[in-house]
């Protein structure tokens, strides 16, 4: 089993910027892929960037050139630095683990429980 802990949630003005942190424990070898979701009331579940361990790294159109995925292997610890926040980025993030490197799979191998991010206008 894999457990999944975000932290970095906040309450940011918009333009403002947050990072995010998921730390990863457990059977973490079996992992080959890390990535972050986010989803707001009433909506869908939105991917928004993920991560492999090869390096292969990929984001939304939503978010691209504005967040930027990365991964620290020796503290086993991804993370979603976010720029130029806009109101719309209000949701709760949360980050999700595969055993494929694989992203934006229809279920997820792990989930965390996530952290809230609201932006104010």
């Known amino acids: 089993q894999v457990q999944l802990v975000e932290s970095g949630g906040d309450l940011v003005q918009a333009g403002g910027s947050l990072r995010l942190s998921c730390a990863a424990s457990?059977?973490?070898?079996?992992?080959?892929?890390m990535e972050w979701y986010r989803q707001a009331p009433g909506k869908q579940r939105e991917w928004i960037a993920g991560i492999t361990n090869g390096g292969r790294i990929k984001y939304a159109d939503s978010v691209k050139g504005r967040f930027t995925i990365s991964r620290d292997g020796a503290k086993n610890t991804v993370y979603l630095q976010m720029t130029a926040l806009k109101p719309e980025d209000t949701a709760l993030y949360y980050c999700?683990?595969?055993?494929?490197?694989?992203?934006?799979?229809?279920?997820?191998?792990?989930r965390g429980q996530g952290t809230q991010v609201t932006v104010s206008s």
């Open positions: 999700a683990a595969n055993r494929l490197p694989q992203f934006d799979l229809p279920n997820s191998d792990y």
């Open positions: 457990g059977t973490i070898f079996s992992i080959n892929a």
